[in-house]
């Protein structure tokens, strides 16, 4: 993990370059191409989509690669 940052979640879900994080968002790519460009609430956008089966798999995915 990169622990150069603030690690809020916005940076965490949506910014942080980690490797592990990379490529966790290409697997659920989908959820970040529905965030509308130029977003200035990117992370509301991320949580309010409609595939919210998908955002909670996410978050768990995510959540998982903190757990160690």
Same mark, same amino acid.
């Given at each position: 993990m990169c622990f150069n940052n603030v690690q $809020?979640?916005?940076? +965490?879900?949506? $910014?942080?370059?980690?490797a592990q994080l990379v490529s966790?968002?290409?697997?659920?790519q989908?959820?970040? %191409?529905?965030i509308p460009a130029g977003s200035t609430a990117r992370l509301? %956008?991320?949580f309010n989509q409609s595939d919210a +089966?998908? +955002?909670? $798999?996410f978050a768990d995915e995510c959540?998982?690669?903190f757990d160690h």
């Amino acid at each position: 993990m990169c622990f150069n940052n603030v690690q $809020d979640e916005a940076h +965490v879900i949506l $910014d942080c370059p980690d490797a592990q994080l990379v490529s966790l968002r290409n697997q659920f790519q989908h959820l970040f %191409d529905a965030i509308p460009a130029g977003s200035t609430a990117r992370l509301r %956008d991320f949580f309010n989509q409609s595939d919210a +089966v998908g +955002v909670a $798999d996410f978050a768990d995915e995510c959540l998982a690669l903190f757990d160690h």
